[in-house]
């Protein structure tokens, strides 16, 4: 049975150190750049173009028959006013290059499934437009929103815009507002690393085709920039408003092999997790690969040192502490369970985010083991749309 720290001194100072660990990419790196960025203004908003430029709009699809046109539609009368193409590359699916085509869209096809990232590759190759735009086929762009990332380019330092993925689904909206105030504080900084696939933006001279073996296109795109020296500003004003999450299970099973994903970016990328990668390095320590390993382990290793002080029987100073972190995973739990037996249930505000919590760090480790396993796919089973 795993014991943990034993009592006393010794042990109050292990445990504080895993619950510090627990808390590193929740707790302790938002205190760190609260604390960095205190009395950092955002970067002002940027001015409007004199003429605003040529941009293409690349959105991937694959098994999108039913939304493509409305997603043509969407982004042609987003209010852009400059010369504005929207690139659908049909990846593999000749019904959904048809209804593209008709719906108004330049359509680049490729007679097999490539995959997301290699979809984007494949759009890039074939745009001339100083600025690309990037863009899920099942997500609706708010009025503007092409517009408030293009302004941006007016700072040659900028390489790529990050926009704002807002979700209708309750928990899923609480995680979001979280990774948003991440992105606000790490631009007041200089940059941040948190590129969405919904809504992005890019220099067609700063991207750099993305390896065959890499699936987490947004995560891959956002170092390749910073490695070339540009930063990735965030702009809160474009919004991609997605669909619901899904049930729990799609949950699990996207989230997983979007940490498998980005744990095989960061083995490629290793070099700029080190000292010379400076505040690029803290923000992929902080906002990603904390979550994603240190965190969830640390997580576990308290959970079940918990159960065993609570179990052992002994009346120590542990036993408390332990009750008390187990009856709020209970409350967590219960949260996760409403959700998965009807995803439209709600609970309450503290029981959501002890449910959120929970089930991210389920899935950090769900999403190391299939690293571990060597699940690397760029493409997946998907259900049509």
């Not at 926009?163 to 689904?169: A, L």
């Not at 910073?226 to 408003?241: F, K, L, N, S």
């Amino acid at each position: 049975m795993f014991r943990g720290p034993r009592p006393g001194l010794p042990g109050v100072v292990a445990t504080a150190a895993l619950c510090a660990a627990a808390g590193s990419g929740h707790l302790v790196y938002p205190a760190w750049l609260a604390w960095a960025s205190r009395g950092r203004r955002e970067p002002p908003e940027p001015p409007d173009p004199a003429i605003w430029p040529p941009v293409s709009v690349i959105v991937p699809a694959y098994r999108e028959r039913t939304v493509i046109a409305g997603k043509v539609a969407d982004v042609l009368h987003n209010g852009y006013r400059g010369p504005l193409d929207v690139v659908v590359v049909a990846d593999g699916d000749t019904e959904t290059a048809r209804l593209a085509e008709e719906a108004g869209a330049t359509v680049v096809s490729s007679p097999e499934r490539l995959g997301k990232a290699q979809a984007l590759n494949l759009g890039l190759s074939k745009v001339h437009s100083p600025f690309v735009v990037l863009s899920d086929a099942n997500c609706s762009l708010t009025p503007g929103a092409i517009a408030a990332t293009v302004r941006h380019f007016s700072d040659p330092g900028v390489g790529a815009v990050a926009g704002e993925k807002v979700e209708s689904d309750a928990a899923e909206s609480l995680y979001w507002r979280f990774e948003s105030w991440l992105k606000r504080r790490e631009w007041r900084l200089g940059t941040t690393i948190g590129l969405v696939g919904e809504l992005a933006a890019i220099r067609t001279d700063v991207w750099r085709p993305i390896p065959q073996d890499i699936a987490t296109d947004d995560l891959w795109t956002a170092l390749d920039v910073c490695e070339q020296g540009y930063r990735v500003a965030y702009e809160p004003t474009a919004r991609a408003v997605d669909p619901p999450a899904g049930t729990l299970s799609e949950q699990w099973e996207r989230r997983t092999r979007s940490v498998s994903g980005a744990l095989h970016v960061f083995a490629r990328r290793r070099a700029q997790l080190g000292p010379a990668g400076g505040l690029v390095a803290a923000e992929i320590w902080g906002h990603r690969l904390a979550r994603y390993t240190v965190g969830p382990l640390a997580h576990a290793l308290l959970l079940g040192l918990a159960l065993s002080r609570f179990g052992s029987g002994r009346k120590t100073g542990w036993r408390l502490p332990a009750g008390l972190f187990l009856f709020l995973h209970v409350a967590g739990a219960r949260a996760i369970r409403r959700r998965a037996l009807d995803a439209s249930s709600g609970s309450d505000p503290v029981s959501a985010t002890l449910g959120q919590v929970i089930f991210l760090d389920a899935v950090a480790v769900g999403g190391i083991a299939r690293y571990l396993r060597g699940d690397r796919r760029t493409s997946w089973r998907k259900v049509e749309r």
